[in-house]
């Protein structure tokens, strides 16, 4: 049915609405258009497949990971590796001592050591067709030895071709051959003079070969390679891009149930290589952590040897002295000795003597530490205390001074990262100091409360006499020095019992092994399926960008919804050549889609027996005006109707060719006197239908169209006709038809499907719901029924293609999804 009109109670209410507002975006019609164009959708994910597949085979470069778990054993305590908090240095808990392997395991002295011995800045491919693979050393067979004395150019690619009987061609690159050459010897650049491009070369096994940017030799690998290989590919790096390519691979995390259990992986591009560099990277590192512990107990073990050895000198002497006075003064028998108080002195002098030995091994490693003496330490069981913070802040300076060293080969000395590291220096200096000042007060306190203890002791011994008490200081003094003899002798045999059990506080879990593990990267599925999918958006976001940039009315309901003004009709797309359609075909459904608009006029023109004028127009030319007004002026006529079509378009003058009618005389004739009435009323093969062309242009189209002779001619006309249908001018261009609807009966205006421009439509719409314009009804011109897609008017107009109703039914041809449809639809009704 056709929308009425709104009541005109409402009219103040749709007044204040915002009429002639489009959404910005029409979803229906994006849907829509996503389905008329699948076969770009299905063009682009075999495009898209193909370029992934290219991807996943030639191009992508498989990442690998292995993994290695190893066990530390926090039993010995070391400067060199700390036991207790350091999280003050690094900012980090847990298991400090771990935490301290870790930046051993990323230090760049470490690495570089890994580096240098394994000559990892040697690096092997193999290339196919396209794609290049990276190899393992011992996949290749031969080794390539550079002479670190001889500078050589690096990231340079030394192409090496198998020739049979251990000889091999040497190709260099046809052009990049540099003056900039690096000595593996002082790692850093030099200049040499320029030269000639060198010439490929074959050479044998151990053969030198020898060139201004390059010296090496190919040496044969002991390991009989399992892979044939046609070339390998050797490029040279620095020592330093070897070193930070390695510790950025390197990822190091703890059992999270156990912190004492560090999980080592290494990722690179061939498994082989991270195997084989976890594995020598924790070899190296137990090696360094049992030699470190070595040194630290040896070191302790000579200090006590050492010390041993003078005190063994001072108990002889202090022996002697005690013997002579018990012979030559005959005091080894006192008589009434208070053993008592003598018992108290000999063990408070024997505390005294072992605090005493403490402070001076304390004195030799506050010494250590302030010079920077860190081979020369001594356990601090020597010193007779086990502080963490002590052990770890020492640890971490020998750490720090490390770290400078590697910081001052890169940066100056007065750069910000050198002035960081040496307020961490600092830092760490006073902790140490403050833990050392800490022990040294608590053994001072207690050496003073001995102290005060013997005072008191003594004064009961006051009382003996001189020669008597002689003896006596003779007798204490040999008992504290062999108190400290036996203390120092207690921590030699604690010492020797270390060295003899000692072993590395490193042990390996699970060595890194390849088991045929699986690439962990690039994630080759992930980026296929984004290929794919970027391929698939493309067309998406086109249609996209096309569906929020367009701006013409493609959607009836749309229509309707923003401008709330009635439709009388659809008309479909017209086939034929010339605009005669219902002439022409009157059995088309374009045909009927007029039939129907003449019925609905009604709605517009009140059926009240008297002659109607019924004036067409539209926004812009090209939206089929004067089609709709020849088709609807023949189905009137041929409707018994008297009608008559008026050319009124003065600027555009067209109907006069599709009737074969001279258009000398017209309507522009009349309005300016030349001619009469009846000379611009021309017959048509249509009895009651009558045409008046426009006739020659005029220089004053708006004048004549408003004259008071152009208003007398329709009132004349309408005295001889039932309908007449003017052909008006489009009111978006002149504003010529807005004053001929005044004495029209009803007001078609075109809309055509994909041309016409919504913002054009807001004038229109304004002036309607003003009031301005009465008895106005659109037509939806040139709309395609499109059935596979879900195209329909909406509002029961056009019957569409494929039921045999129509002249177009005998060329249809059913759209394929519309047959999976119905076959599917018979197949569900059977059942």
Do not use: C
Not at 618 to 644: F, H, M, P, Q, R
């Amino acid at each position: 049915m056709i929308p009425k009109k709104e009541a005109t109670a409402d009219k103040s209410a749709i007044q204040k609405e915002r009429v002639g507002s489009f959404a910005l975006f029409d979803i229906e019609h994006f849907l829509r258009k996503i389905l008329r164009n699948w076969y770009w959708f299905v063009v682009m994910f075999f495009i898209g497949y193909g370029i992934s597949w290219f991807y996943g085979k030639y191009y992508a470069q498989n990442l690998y990971s292995s993994n290695l778990s190893l066990s530390i054993s926090n039993s010995t305590a070391s400067y060199f590796t700390p036991s207790q908090s350091i999280n003050f240095i690094w900012g980090q808990g847990g298991n400090q001592d771990g935490v301290y392997l870790k930046k051993m395991l990323l230090s760049r002295t470490h690495n570089e050591f890994i580096v240098k011995q394994l000559n990892y800045f040697v690096n092997y491919q193999t290339k196919g067709l396209i794609k290049s693979t990276y190899l393992d050393k011992d996949d290749s067979p031969v080794f390539l030895e550079v002479d670190r004395k001889h500078l050589q150019q690096v990231n340079y690619p030394i192409t090496i071709i198998p020739k049979g009987k251990n000889l091999y061609e040497i190709i260099l690159p046809d052009e990049g051959e540099s003056t900039n050459l690096y000595s593996y010897e002082f790692e850093g650049f030099m200049n040499i003079h320029n030269f000639s491009r060198p010439a490929n070369k074959i050479v044998k096994v151990n053969e030198w070969y020898n060139t201004p940017n390059l010296r090496f030799r190919l040496v044969e690998n002991p390991n009989s390679s399992r892979i044939k290989l046609d070339n390998i590919i050797v490029n040279l790096s620095t020592v330093n891009d070897a070193v930070n390519n390695i510790i950025t691979s390197i990822g190091v995390d703890f059992d999270k149930e156990i912190n004492t259990i560090m999980i080592i992986s290494k990722t690179g591009f061939n498994l082989n290589s991270t195997v084989n560099f976890l594995n020598k990277s924790v070899e190296e590192l137990q090696k360094k952590r049992f030699n470190d512990k070595i040194k630290v107990d040896t070191n302790t073990e000579e200090y006590l040897r050492s010390s041993l050895a003078t005190i063994r000198k001072q108990l002889d002497s202090s022996g002697a002295v005690l013997n002579y006075l018990k012979i030559s003064e005959k005091l080894y028998d006192i008589q009434n000795r208070d053993e008592k108080s003598l018992k108290e002195i000999k063990e408070l002098e024997a505390k005294k003597a072992d605090i005493l030995s403490k402070l001076t091994s304390l004195n030799n490693i506050r010494n250590s530490v302030e010079t920077q003496s860190f081979e020369k330490m001594i356990s601090p069981s020597a010193a007779g205390f086990e502080d963490g913070l002590f052990t770890a802040s020492v640890s971490e300076l020998k750490a720090l001074y490390l770290k400078r060293r590697e910081l001052l080969s890169i940066y100056t000395p007065n750069s910000e990262p050198i002035k960081e590291i040496n307020k961490l220096i600092n830092d760490s200096k006073q902790n140490s100091s403050g833990s050392l000042r800490n022990i040294y007060t608590v053994y001072k306190d207690q050496l003073s409360k001995i102290d005060q203890q013997v005072g008191l002791a003594n004064s009961d011994l006051s009382t003996y006499p001189e020669k008597q008490r002689k003896y006596l200081d003779a007798e204490r003094g040999y008992n504290m020095i062999e108190a400290t003899y036996n203390s120092l002798l207690s921590r030699q045999n604690e010492s020797k019992m270390r060295l003899a059990t000692n072993q590395s506080d490193i042990t390996v879990i699970d060595p890194a092994k390849n088991l045929g593990q699986g690439p962990i990267g690039p994630n080759v599925k992930g980026t296929k399926m984004a290929i794919i999918g970027g391929m698939l958006a493309f067309p998406f976001v086109l249609i996209l960008i096309g569906g929020l940039l367009d701006s013409k009315i493609r959607n009836i309901k749309e229509l309707l919804s923003a401008t709330k003004i009635p439709l009388l009709g659809v008309i479909g797309n017209n086939t034929n050549e010339n605009m005669l359609t219902v002439l022409d075909h009157p059995k088309s459904s374009v045909s009927e889609a007029f039939r129907g608009i003449r019925a609905n006029m009604r709605f517009l023109a009140s059926e009240d027996g008297k002659s109607k004028v019924i004036l067409i127009t539209s926004s812009v030319g090209g939206e089929g005006k004067t089609y709709v007004s020849i088709n609807l002026a023949s189905v009137l006529g041929l409707s018994d109707k008297k009608t008559i079509l008026l050319g009124m378009d003065l600027r555009k003058p067209k109907i006069f060719g599709d009737f074969n009618i001279d258009n000398k005389n017209g309507i522009s004739n009349y309005l300016t006197g030349e001619v009469t009435i009846d000379q611009i009323i021309n017959k048509t093969k249509i009895p009651n239908l009558d045409v008046a062309t426009a006739g020659p242009i005029p220089p004053n189209p708006s004048e004549l169209l408003m004259s008071e002779r152009n208003i007398k001619l329709i009132e004349e006309l309408k005295t001889r006709y039932d309908f007449i249908i003017i052909d008006s001018p489009p009111v978006g261009l002149v504003a010529d038809s807005y004053d001929l609807m005044k004495y029209s009966d009803a007001n078609l205006y075109i809309v055509r499907h994909e041309y016409t421009e919504k913002y054009m439509l807001k004038m229109i719409t304004e002036k309607y719901h003003n009031e301005e314009i009465k008895h106005l009804g659109f037509v939806y011109n040139d709309y395609v029924v499109k059935q596979g897609y879900g195209y329909g008017y909406g509002y029961g107009y056009g019957y569409g293609y494929g039921y045999g109703y129509f002249d177009e039914d005998k060329n249809y041809k059913e759209p394929f999804l519309i047959k999976i449809r119905n076959f599917v639809k018979a197949y569900l009704d059977r059942k």
